[in-house]
């Protein structure tokens, strides 16, 4: 009876192992999700930046150019 008391144990424990272990897929697998969609939404953002940067840019290449031509005619 102690051996059969002992394997009951045994399963029990390794249920409660393998639940632990679904607890802890199903929230790595929901944080994985949720950084997923955090980075897609940093990249979109990165790219508007990097278009908002090189718009600057330009603007600014043209301010300087504009400047350069005052002093030329001046």
Do not use: F, P, Y
């Amino acid at each position: 009876m102690v051996e059969k008391e002992k394997e009951q144990l045994d399963l029990t424990a390794l249920e409660a192992r393998v639940d632990e272990l679904i607890r802890t897929i199903e929230k790595l697998s929901s944080e994985n999700k949720a950084l997923a969609t955090q980075r897609a939404a940093l990249m979109v953002e990165k790219a508007a930046l990097i278009e908002k940067t090189e718009l600057a840019r330009t603007r600014i290449e043209g301010m300087i150019t504009r400047l350069k031509a005052m002093e030329t005619h001046r």
